[in-house]
């Protein structure tokens, strides 16, 4: 089992930055976990944002935020983190981060983070 927490959500206005964080605990990371954000707003689909595989630490987004997020780990620490740089108001959702194996479903998810983008 693991617990994983989101952390860094807010408001902040269009244009600006948000650094999300995620702890995971319970189990340690190994180079055959990856470690996804994904994000759902009000009245959408829960939508995929990105993932670093642990091991390698490569990292793969959805076209919709490439370019403009950023995601990094700790591996000493098992956190991951997203660096989101100039948010849109469509940008505004609840975060999520999730763990599993690479090339199989996430195991385990947080509960989320909420990130409000101001226009």
């Known amino acids: 089992q693991m617990q994983l927490v989101e952390s860094g959500g807010g408001l902040v206005q269009a244009g600006g930055s948000l650094r999300l964080s995620c702890a995971a605990s319970g189990r340690t990371l190994t180079s055959s976990h990856r470690m996804g954000w994904f994000r759902q707003a009000p009245r959408k689909e829960r939508e995929y944002v990105g993932h670093?595989?642990?091991?390698?630490?490569?990292?793969y987004y959805a076209e919709s935020v490439k370019g403009r997020f950023a995601i990094s780990r700790d591996s000493g620490k098992n956190l991951m983190y997203l660096q989101m740089t100039s948010l849109k108001p469509e940008d505004t959702a609840i975060y999520y981060c999730a763990v599993g194996i690479v090339g199989r479903a996430y195991d385990f998810w947080g509960q989320g983070t909420q990130v409000t983008v101001s226009s």
């Open positions: 670093i595989n642990w091991g390698n630490g490569l990292q």
